[in-house]
């Protein structure tokens, strides 16, 4: 089984809407992250989380909120979705207590996001 | 805030061949990563590196972290068909930051 899962997977969906995107791990880490990767941009942090009363904005953070429900889960939302919120989402984890190591990070498989 | 520029931005090689990449940064960095991302998946690490000057190998790659610790490149031997994807090179500062710096990535393809 995966460790890092997202869900959905795909989505489709119209200007205007409320979207919620939803990462599990079974890895035991404390620390996630959500990133939106644009072809040729690269991945550009949206928000990072180091436990579950921590919540950081990353580079991109407008029109997107978080929600670490607990230390296994951390959703993203889009309010109020606009066509250039259409990318590929990923969420990852890190482990804190690697020491040097800690930066090494373990992605989900991805979401494609389509706002119509 | 810190940038890393990776180049190149693409590269078509022809299997057998061996290949080169690498990352810049106008900032220091005290860990270097790189990952591969395959199609319909997310990034793998594939080799982390901690010391200034650390040549480190996985298999038929190999990384360095660059003397200055401003740069890093990763070097593919002999290409086969399924190295074809992604690589990101990523940086950070601090050795736990917990948040990393990622290139814009090299897109490579082989041709059988």
């Known amino acids: 089984d995966a460790d890092v899962t997202q869900t959905p997977r795909n989505r489709i969906t119209k200007t205007g809407k409320r979207i919620m995107l939803e990462c599990s791990q079974t890895k035991g880490h404390d620390r996630m992250y959500w990133y939106r990767q644009d072809p040729g941009l690269g991945l550009r942090l949206i928000y990072y989380s180091f436990d579950v009363k921590d919540i950081n904005k990353g580079e991109i953070s407008d029109g997107y909120s978080v929600s670490r429900q607990a230390q296994a889960k951390f959703s993203l939302s889009l309010e109020s979705a606009i066509p250039n919120q259409t990318a590929l989402y990923f969420c990852a984890t890190s482990d804190s207590g690697q020491g040097t190591k800690s930066n090494e990070q373990f992605f989900g498989p991805g979401t494609r996001l389509t706002v119509l | ?112």
């Open chain 2, 1 to 112: 805030g810190q940038q890393l520029n990776q180049s190149p931005q693409s590269m078509f090689i022809q299997e057998g061949e061996d290949v080169s990449m690498n990352c810049t940064s106008s900032s220091i960095f005290n860990t270097w990563l790189w990952y591969k991302q395959e199609p319909g998946e997310g990034p793998v690490l594939l080799i982390a590196l901690y010391k200034a000057g650390e040549l480190t190998s996985n298999g038929r790659l190999t990384a360095q972290f660059g003397i200055t610790r401003k740069d890093s490149f990763l070097n593919i031997s002999a290409s086969i068909p399924s190295d074809v994807g992604i690589y990101f090179c990523a940086g950070a500062f601090n050795t736990n930051a917990g948040k990393s710096t990622f290139g814009d990535g090299t897109t490579l393809t082989v041709k059988p």
